[in-house]
């Protein structure tokens, strides 16, 4: 486990805790997470198991009660449509699975992630251009490339949940989560997605720009989230903070 500290980013800080060691499989796993002996076996046989997968996340549950965290269940890589769902109140659609098969996925619960050495290196990492949020999917996407993303329900790890996301100030979760999706963007999707979601996001930034009068850090922070849009959507880079 790797904490971020010095201004490092967790895509940063994943990456120097990688680089050491020669071991097959690295285990990626935030700070708010508690893992056992049983579920991490459960992972490591997933991939055994399955030969071709090259990554495997467990699931997310509630300290106490064990319950599964549905919020953190996985689905379908983001579309234009489903940022714009997600400014609307929609929940986002998790596909149909079990509590007891391992299946392939998407977008696995970024929280606790075992990943093939080999694999890891070869895509490259985790894209430290991402502050905080969305380095996962990103991550997810690029090594879906390259073989399946397992999801095993039977691997439990207790979740305490959103315990990052709680240090950081409103301006700074505006601009690490807002940039965060539009840099995915900018990685992921096609011409016409870009410039619909650049739009998206300007105008909503647009919005809250008006609403957080009191607010000056959160004010800044969505004028770049603005910025960001316009540029996404022209075709330009999304530009580092």
Request: hydrophobic share 40%; charged share 25%; aromatic share 8%.
């Amino acid at each position: 486990m790797v904490r971020i500290e010095n201004g490092r980013s967790l895509a940063a800080a994943y990456n120097r805790g990688a680089q050491p060691g020669s071991a097959e499989l690295l285990l990626f796993i935030n700070d708010d997470v508690l893992a056992t002996d049983a579920s991490l076996a459960a992972l490591a046989k997933a991939l055994m198991v399955h030969t071709t997968a090259v990554a495997a996340a467990g699931k997310l549950v509630e300290p106490e009660s064990g319950e599964t965290q549905r919020e953190y269940l996985p689905r379908p890589f983001p579309t234009a449509a489903t940022f714009a769902a997600g400014f609307l109140g929609q929940s986002p659609r998790h596909p149909d699975i079990d509590e007891v098969t391992t299946v392939a996925i998407d977008q696995p619960p970024g929280a606790c992630l075992l990943v093939r050495r080999k694999v890891f290196e070869a895509v490259g990492g985790w894209d430290e251009d991402f502050e905080f949020w969305y380095e996962d999917v990103d991550l997810a996407h690029r090594l879906g490339e390259q073989g399946e993303v397992l999801y095993v329900p039977t691997a439990p790890f207790e979740h305490l949940g959103g315990w990052s996301a709680q240090r950081l100030t409103r301006a700074d979760r505006v601009s690490r989560h807002y940039r965060g999706a539009l840099l995915y963007v900018s990685k992921h999707f096609g011409p016409l997605q870009r410039v619909t979601t650049g739009l998206l996001y300007g105008a909503v930034a647009a919005v809250r720009i008006g609403l957080a009068v009191r607010d000056r850090d959160a004010r800044s922070a969505y004028a770049r989230v603005l910025r960001d849009g316009v540029r996404l959507a022209s075709g330009r880079r999304v530009e580092r903070p």
